[in-house]
């Protein structure tokens, strides 16, 4: 188990290689056989903002202790974990322990907490974790938003957090955890793709708090919206409807979608459409399909329709992203 105060990131990763006995090159450690197979990067922007991207898959159980006391600060984690017995999680306010097979949330912490997580072996770790000083954030956050935004990181419950990472998150996730090495201005990338992601989550924030929606959600009531979710991601057939949906999750209609719209940020309808879009485009780039056959695999059984609905998300038409890309 490492256990650490975080000053940083960076510093972070360079006593994690020291326990694993593993070097550093270019900010990558490269994990060793026997605990898994994948890579850590941490990097200091600044110094008072750093961030580490892990993205592996673990042969031995993991095990992270971030002690009390450590630099004033936030820590704000986007994690996309695909679980093989059990994630345990122990903050200052609550234990979690997932068994569901996959996580995908984001966290707000205050970094003078304590805070353990625990992954076993097994486990598939796509993360992000951003560090940036309280110095900081005063610099760029009214002082009203920056209270709240401290009281909700030293009260938030693990098993109530109601964060969760959704389909503009993990599109740019996606580009972060596939960025090229080689790519002269991969820095700068990263950089725009954190501040992004952080701004997404303080427009999330604020959209609740000047709705005055409840920062608390039980439990089983978030576990049910992150099945819902996974069944609206890979679902392209055609959109269910609301009643199997609230079928799905023992639930009203109208609790499902107003729970739903809290959480992710979208209707039900529109949060599927612009799944199977994004998969559309994806399958467009990488040349794995015609224009045909990309909106017949969504769902789309007229051609005109797929081209008039890709405009309105993309702002381009298939056969146009297609010639330039």
Known sequence: MQSFKLENYEQWLEEFAALLRTPIK?????????IGEGTVMAHSMSPHLSYAVLNFR??????????????????????????SKEVRLNGSQSVVADKGTLRNDIYLSDTREPLHL????????????????????A???????LDKLEAFARANSLAENPYFVNLPHRETLKELFEMKENDPLSQIRRLSRIIHLTEKFLHSFLRQEQASLPRTIKKNDLESMQHIEHILSSRLEGFPSLESLAHEVFMSTSKLKNLFKQIYGFTLYDYYNKNRLQRAKEMLITGQCSIKQAGSEIGFSNLSHFAKAFKKEFGILPRDLVKHK
């Not at 270019?26 to 026997?34: A, K």
């Not at 031995?60 to 695909?82: C, H, I, P, T, W």
């Not at 610099?139 to 938003?145: D, F, G, I, K, S």
């Open 26 to 34: 270019d900010h990558f450690l490269v994990l060793p056989e026997h």
């Open 58 to 83: 673990l042969k031995s159980d993991l095990e992270f202790y971030r002690e009390a006391d450590g630099a004033k600060g936030f820590s704000l984690s986007f994690n996309q974990v695909e679980i």
């Open 118 to 137: 625990k992954i076993p072996a097994g486990s598939t770790v796509k993360r992000l974790v951003i560090f940036a000083t309280h110095e900081l954030a």
């Open 139 to 145: 610099r760029y956050m009214p002082a009203e938003l």
